[in-house]
């Protein structure tokens, strides 16, 4: 497994991250009611280690917070703390009330605790703000998240799905108060959605910012031809975003190059997203066997030019749906 800088800062993670977001209890709510309950999410975890994939990211709202426990049990099953970097984020609904969501300095100082709690641990990684919060102070949530690292909860800060005006924003508030920047921008990248390729990429390779992009096989779109079907595809809605008609020559362009190449069309998609210098590990959800194994192989696939002209040449513009 290969590891990279996150970014421009000193914390190296390998190349492929596991996405969490699989894992987790689904009676207890949320919108991942398709999540794998702990006893189906163990084999994940210990190939995860086996393979040499030691980033793993989950938030407080996955599942309501029984991802971040299943996550902190595996690792003391599967790995030592200090072997794994360990990411969760917090601003979306844990409770009602005040510091229930949020980015206000009630919000975070109690999420991070509750988190680790969860996790089993009393320190994270990589602490992310899941969104940009409109209703409080850049201020406030950017002199908070340095108390946490400078409390030692959280060692870097990373930051998910927002405009590129709002993340250049606080990161100079950050530059302006003397606080913690963040080194990580956690964001929506496939072939089926290139917007942050517009402003976003721009200004992460300026400021020395790693993506580490979500969905980056747009909910398994690309991984199979546009006609097929699964069951998960129909109850899951964030994979409704990407149920996009126009798509489908795109999709056909990953079968295309995926055919000549004699390998399955997941491991082309993803080889696509890792060719792009800003990004530096995407996180790769799993819920069956292969999913990972196609991730690991994906590092190995070098694209010719001539098929990424292919793979690129029928995009159209879309709205970004993460934010």
């Given amino acids: 497994m290969d590891h990279v800088r996150l970014g421009a800062s000193g ?23 398709w999540s794998l309950d702990e006893e189906a999410a163990q084999p994940f975890f210990r190939q995860a280690v086996e393979s040499g994939i030691d980033f793993w990211d989950t938030a407080n709202s996955y599942c309501n917070g029984s991802s971040e426990e299943i996550v902190g049990r595996a690792i003391r099953t599967y790995a030592r703390r200090e072997d794994i970097v360990l990411a969760t984020k917090v601003y979306f609904p ?31 990684d990589l602490y992310q703000i899941h969104r940009f919060d409109p209703e409080t102070p850049v201020e406030e949530t950017m002199e908070a998240l340095h108390d946490v690292v400078k409390a030692g909860k959280a060692r870097y800060l990373g930051a998910s799905s927002m405009w590129a005006w709002q993340f250049a924003m606080m990161q100079y508030t950050a530059d302006l108060g003397g606080w913690t920047h963040f080194v990580s921008m956690q964001d929506q990248y ?17 400021q020395g910012v790693g993506s580490i992009p979500f969905s980056p096989l747009a909910k398994g779109r690309v991984t199979r031809p546009w006609g097929e079907r699964t069951s998960r595809m129909d109850q899951d809605p964030v994979g409704a975003r990407f149920d996009i008609e126009g798509d489908e020559p795109i999709v056909d362009a990953v079968q295309q190059v995926a055919a000549a190449r004699g390998i399955p069309m997941a491991q082309v998609a993803l080889a696509w997203v890792l060719r792009n210098p800003v990004v530096s590990a995407p996180i790769v959800g799993a819920t069956k066997p292969h999913h990972l194994a196609d991730a690991v192989a994906a590092l190995d696939v070098r694209l010719e030019d001539d098929e990424v002209a292919l793979l690129e040449q029928h995009y159209r513009p879309h709205v970004p749906s993460a934010f």
Avoid at 115 to 124: A, M
Avoid at 193 to 202: K, L, V
């Fill in 190 to 206: 496939n072939l089926l959605m290139r917007e942050e390729e517009r402003e976003m990429f721009g200004l992460l390779a300026e």
């Fill in 94 to 124: 844990m409770h009602p009330g005040p510091g229930g969501s949020g980015l206000s300095r009630k919000a975070i100082m109690e999420n991070i605790d509750a988190s680790l709690t969860r996790l089993g641990t009393d320190y994270v």
């Fill in 11 to 33: 914390l190296k993670v390998s190349r492929i991250g596991l996405g969490c977001m699989s894992f987790g209890d689904p009676a207890r709510g949320g919108y991942t009611s």
